[in-house]
């Protein structure tokens, strides 16, 4: 029993990590420039499908593969800036609308690129860490694990450290005081955009190998991101990463002693539970919305 | 009075043309047609939600809860089929209520997204229990309409042009219906909920009651649209009421535009008009996601208003030309060039 716990407890921690490096950049796109991108799990899903045609493909190293769809899926998040979010500043419901566009173009492109079945990766490494004879971590997902570490304090950092994340933190607290100090709207947009849809594209480029790769796939990431962001509150990026773990446990929990579809019910119910109880999230404050 | 008559005119040309289109149609061409008439009643419904401000991503769920409520009344208990539609519009009501305590708490962003987590919730029931809802395969042979003979035109249901009658029956008082309530009184507090929520409620208006009261009716009407749907094509899965067809409901009505009553319905009938004549003829199927985003991203940046406002344009021009006529006729006194007070 405790052996199944560790490895439940595992298996959370992986689930946990990737999901905390998907909504902290949802969490960054919408506290920078006030749009919900439901575009989000698309851009894991082009992170994905960068590692299955670099990697599997043409056989590039891995390391190569997942950096270049961190850049392409950075630079396509500058493209949705320019192109969607920009002319739509003063219309929020507009920019969520046209990320749904977005959503649905991504999803066409993927169909007509690789088809609907889903891609085989083949694992970087076949190597098993072996705590005991029942609790093992397959190496890939340790290394999603340390990568979802390293980012995010690398981000953390940025935020904290530089001019430009203060820059970002500063337009996120207030756009107008912000703009009166001279800060770029436009800048931190560009800048909140490309670490946000990299942050997605790296955390699906990590994970391709381990799950099933279709054009599809975006779908049940950005439900539990939502469910993630909410719980944590909308524009808390501690929130989020909090709300990652809490929400893996649950789920990895649920699906070990229930099953997968039961557990994403109660997850669904649990974000209701709390947008009834406390519509800010556990840690949001300001209602931006 | 040249212009009743004109008015009374121009409605009777629209109710001979829809009378008489599905005979110089195709069967896959009819087909299409029943589909279209549910749902231009869902998109018109949806957009009797969005009178009080509120955008609904569980509009499509809602349907299926009509659809599915209406399948199982008729195939588990047997009940007729007409009045088994009518049960499952009112269910989806029923369901509508019960949700309206934990959505309306919120409101904006967070309602839509509340909205989506419910509908998802419902979805997933739906493909966990496989009794009664079928689990992912579905309900499979719905029962359909009985067949119905009323003198001047016998009906056999399993001919779409029979169900397209009954559709287009059911749809149009449907249509009249939402029509007189948002002229009545409760329709103008929807308004103003939307727009002077603050200043409506210190008049005393309670404007969570007039929120739910709108759901619900737009639910039961959204219920219908899926009752019918299921009576028609016989069988009905958790799919079938996903987010893609959810998309496709907000692109109808972002790109008809929602700010008057015809707005959504001109939306979902061009796009599905160019749907099949442009999409399925030259072979494009594939690439109808891929045409539906870019439309609906093209419509939020260029024509924010909707095809309605291109129609509203084309109207006053029309009025606004008439009157310079007038003028110059000399008896400008008699004519009052009325500006269209939309709200």
Redesign the interface.
Known sequence: MVELLAQTCLNALYAASYMSLVAVGLVLIFGVMGV?NFAHGELFMLGAYAVVALYADLQLPFLFAVSAGLVFVGVVGLGMERA?FR??RN????G???S??????L???A??GFGVRMEHVPPVTQEVITFSEKVHLAMPRLFVIIAAVILLTALWAFLTKTRFGWALRASAQDPEAAALQGISINQTSRIAMFIGAGLAGVAGALTAPLVSVNPHMG?SVI?TA??VI?VGG?GSLEGAVVAAVAYSLVHTFVTTFY?G??A??VG??L??LV??VK?TGLFGTADR? | MPRAVSHIAGWLGLAVLLIALPHALSFSQQEVLVFLTINVLLVASYRLLTLTGEWSLGHVVIMGVGAYASALYSKQLGIYVPVSIILGALTAVLVAMVLSYPLFRMKGFYFLIGSFAAGEIIRLLWKRFRDPFGGPKGIKKINPMPDLDIGVYSFDFFEPVSYYYFALAVVTLSLWVMWRIERSPVGLTFHAVHWQDKLAQSAGVDVRAYRTRAFMIASGFAGLSGALLAHYIGTINPNSFDVELMVFVLTWAIVGGTATFYGPILGCVVLSILNEVVLRELGFEQMRPFIYGLLLICSVLFLPNGLESVVQHIMRRRTNVQAAKASRAGDSARYNVEERTEP
């Open positions: 919900i969607l002319p739509l219309n929020p419901l507009g969520l609308v046209a749904i566009g977005f959503l649905m173009i999803q066409a492109l169909v007509m779908h439900v939502f469910i909410i909308v099953d579809v039961i994403d019910i669904l119910s974000m209701l947008l009834i519509p919305a």
